[in-house]
């Protein structure tokens, strides 16, 4: 047998995981959460206190932080 890891939008998974189950393929779901190279950048520039502004949405702080 083959490993593959792959990423699946969260709204497929479901289907996705039932389509494999279908053929016979093993499920090992990752369950180790890690942030995202956007999520530690925002985290990195919080900390330094640089670019700290109010924001009436995650959206909004996220334009306002250049993602």
């Known amino acids: 047998?083959?490993?593959?890891?792959?990423?699946?939008?969260?709204?497929?998974?479901?289907?996705?995981?039932?389509?494999?189950?279908?053929?016979?393929v093993i499920i090992n779901t990752d369950t180790e959460k890690k942030p995202n190279k956007i999520t530690i950048a925002s985290m990195k520039k919080t900390s330094k206190g640089e670019e700290l502004?109010?924001?009436?949405?995650?959206?909004?702080l996220m334009q306002k932080l250049n993602f």
């Open 1 to 24: 047998m083959e490993t593959f890891s792959i990423s699946v939008p969260e709204k497929k998974s479901s289907l996705v995981k039932q389509l494999l189950k279908e053929l016979g």
């Open 53 to 60: 502004t109010k924001s009436s949405s995650h959206l909004d």
